[in-house]
């Protein structure tokens, strides 16, 4: 089965520019959530979204956005880039359904450039 | 912040056996512990989890005090592939936000 799929692989921007990433989860997996990891830090929670409903939201400005397709794949938004937006964006998916516990699986990232 | 404290790094012969420590003393009563991994660049790669009693799976076993308060991630016979940076991670459930801390970045060494 084919893992966990995130599109593109590196992008580069600049400032004030809009980008959107993207996301297919395992099959099966009905809950995604997207992470940002700048250089030297741990993955930090952006997003996430169970049967096409946002379930939990980190501490993210509004020039984030996502959503989840009928289909669970997931988009993450980012308006007005910043410089401080460069990083791995991080797309996770997992069964989420109660009885847990689940583990979650990770793409392999987005390269988020911004200059 | 994150629920853990692990040390920044750790070296480990190859062929040894890494055992990576983490401390967790708040942890509640129904969260879970655990263990991710990240090799450069890549996603988070799921490794183990537990509750209260001690697991071993394919990866790695992971051991937890009777306190619960800490645990240990153990690679039984570390290979150069295994260097990597190891995250430990206090859950509800597993698949709500993970809180990520700096982990400890492993090196094996030949």
């Known amino acids: 089965d084919a893992g966990v799929t995130q599109s593109p692989t590196h992008l580069i921007k600049t400032r004030g520019q809009h980008v959107t990433l993207r996301c297919s989860p395992i099959s099966g997996h009905k809950s995604v959530s997207w992470y940002q990891q700048v250089l030297g830090q741990g993955p930090q929670f952006i997003f996430q979204?169970?049967?096409?409903?946002?379930?939990g939201r980190g501490n993210f400005p509004d020039r984030f956005s996502a959503r989840q397709f009928p289909n669970y794949s997931s988009e993450l938004n980012v308006n007005a880039l910043l410089l401080g937006d460069s990083a791995l964006y991080l797309c996770a998916s997992s069964l989420g359904k109660a009885g847990g516990p689940y583990e979650q699986y990770f793409g392999p990232g987005t390269r988020l450039t911004v200059t | 912040d994150a629920k853990t404290t692990q040390p920044p790094s750790m070296d480990c012969a190859e062929g040894r056996a890494a055992n990576l420590p983490c401390n967790h003393s708040t942890i509640s009563g129904n969260e879970y512990v655990y263990w991710y991994r990240q090799i450069h660049s890549q996603g988070p790669q799921y490794i183990i989890h537990?509750?209260?009693n001690n697991e071993t799976n394919e990866m790695a076993s992971l051991i937890i005090t009777e306190d619960r308060k800490s645990s240990t991630l153990i690679l039984p016979h570390a290979t150069l592939r295994d260097t990597a940076v190891y995250y430990c991670?206090?859950?509800?459930?597993?698949?709500?936000?993970?809180?990520f801390g700096k982990g400890t970045r492993l090196s094996v060494i030949a």
């Open positions: 979204y169970y049967e096409k409903e946002e379930r």
């Open positions: 537990g509750l209260k």
């Open positions: 991670i206090v859950s509800l459930s597993g698949w709500t936000p993970l809180v």
